[in-house]
């Protein structure tokens, strides 16, 4: 069954961030929709870990070494082949295991986690989540570095890592909490910080009851035992309700939760298998589910910055992205940051205002290189503007309102004295639409 523009366009929004032209096009080429999903999860074209130079370079202040670290991932959002890779180690970045520069201003250890995300964005929940327990960064931020036993014992980590990272919130009671932070005693930062060392006597050896079994559990039994154990169910139901909202971003129901839940856990904690059974689910290709999210700060920048191909050394990412809301390698909390309603807010959208004139002020600019949609003259049809710069947008079809919106606006200028900025404005409406900042 052939596949159309318009889930085409949806499903690389979903397991990336731009819907380009091209990509459309070769999208609605697969020879069915099953082959479409496959097409984007084939991350056999992934750029390998690199560590950006700028995270040894001592001459800079910490905060010039993360504005460059944010550049280098955005601009990596941008081009690379394989966008379901960054798409994943975002949302553990900033929706699952959150770590955040606020506690540890490390750019070593921050840009090894995200590492760390990319290297397990399809692969095993359960190899991540013992990764990102031992990972320094995390260590830093949820303070188990320092959780030892006897007279150092701290419930951060074990607390959050059942109500955040596993099983959830009322699925775990205190004598649970107790028996994970003791458990993870002396699993701990050797002494520069920037290590995991296990060390035998700052470990809890004694019984601990956790999920009703006292046993002398050890941390990774212990967050077996929530994952694949005891609390499989739970966390697995968890996880799924939050990548669903985080790549769908409705509502989905009970019987769709279970049933995801149920194929995750009997995939042995697939990511790859989860993400595959969410964009082949029948509720991922429903109106709501088009127009389920509102893109975050960094998607809607990568998005814009992806179709009008503009490097971030011109796109100034530094200057939009974090007033708009969204402080990459600073979650604002251990949830991390929240989805659709959560970026509509008035500073935000300003932002994303000032962020669209000034950017497609450069692209119009006759003394820059960019020249963008030259074939929108100071007399151009209306109808021909919106088809020519919201199909470059990846938005072959926008919502009669918006249609009639950009239309009236053209119709308007067209031929007048003021018709000179119809290329401009028309660029800046394409980015401000809700077609191009929902779905």
């Known amino acids: 069954m052939p596949i159309s523009r318009l889930d085409a366009g949806h499903l690389l929004r979903r397991s990336g961030f731009a819907a380009r032209p091209a990509d459309i096009d070769r999208l609605t080429a697969s ?169 035998p006597a700052a470990h809890d050896s004694g019984s601990k009851t956790l999920f009703g079994i006292t046993q002398d559990w ?92 503009v490097h971030v050394d011109v796109s100034k990412p530094q200057w939009w992205v974090v007033p708009m809301g969204q402080d990459l390698f600073r979650p604002p909390n251990v949830a991390g940051w929240g989805h659709n309603e959560y970026w509509i807010n008035a500073s935000g959208w300003w932002r994303r205002a000032e962020c669209a004139r000034w950017l497609c002020y450069q692209m119009v600019d006759p003394n820059l290189p960019y020249n963008r949609f030259p074939e929108i003259t100071s007399s151009a049809d209306p109808a021909f503007v919106v088809d020519l710069v919201f199909g470059a947008f990846g938005l072959d079809g926008p919502s009669p309102m918006t249609r009639k919106v950009v239309e009236d606006w053209a119709r308007s200028v067209s031929g007048t004295w003021h018709g000179s900025s119809m290329r401009y404005f028309s660029i800046v409406m394409a980015a401000m639409s809700p077609d191009f900042n929902i779905g």
């Open 31 to 199: 020879a069915s929709w099953e082959a479409a999903v496959d097409s984007v999860l084939d991350t056999s074209a992934a750029p390998g870990p690199v560590v950006p130079s700028v995270t040894g370079d001592g001459s800079m202040e910490m905060w010039e070494v993360r504005v460059e670290l944010m550049k280098y991932w955005i601009e990596r959002m941008r081009t690379t082949p394989c966008p379901i890779v960054e798409k994943m180690a975002l949302f553990f970045h900033g929706h699952h295991f959150t770590s955040s520069w606020s506690k540890r201003a490390d750019p070593v250890l921050a840009w090894n986690q995200i590492e760390l995300f990319r290297a397990n964005a399809l692969g095993d929940l359960h190899q991540l989540a013992q990764q990102v327990a031992i990972d320094p960064w995390m260590l830093w931020y949820l303070d188990n570095g320092e959780n030892k036993y006897p007279s150092r014992v701290n419930e951060n980590f074990g607390r959050e890592l059942l109500e955040m990272f596993t099983v959830g919130k009322g699925n775990f009671t205190e004598t649970d909490v107790v028996a994970m932070t003791r458990a993870w005693t002396g699993h701990n930062l050797e002494s520069g910080g920037s290590t995991y060392r296990f060390d």
């Open 218 to 309: 050890d941390g990774p039994a212990a967050l077996t035992e929530a994952l694949r154990g005891s609390g499989a169910v739970a966390s697995s139901v968890n996880f799924v309700r939050k990548l669903w909202a985080y790549l769908v971003g409705t509502e989905p129901s009970t019987e769709a939760v279970q049933a995801l839940a149920s194929e995750f856990r009997s995939s042995g904690l697939s990511l790859r298998a989860l993400v595959r059974a969410i964009f082949l689910h029948p509720d991922f290709r429903t109106a709501a589910a088009y127009a389920g999210r509102v893109k975050s700060p960094v998607e809607w920048f990568v998005s814009l910055t992806a179709v009008l191909d």
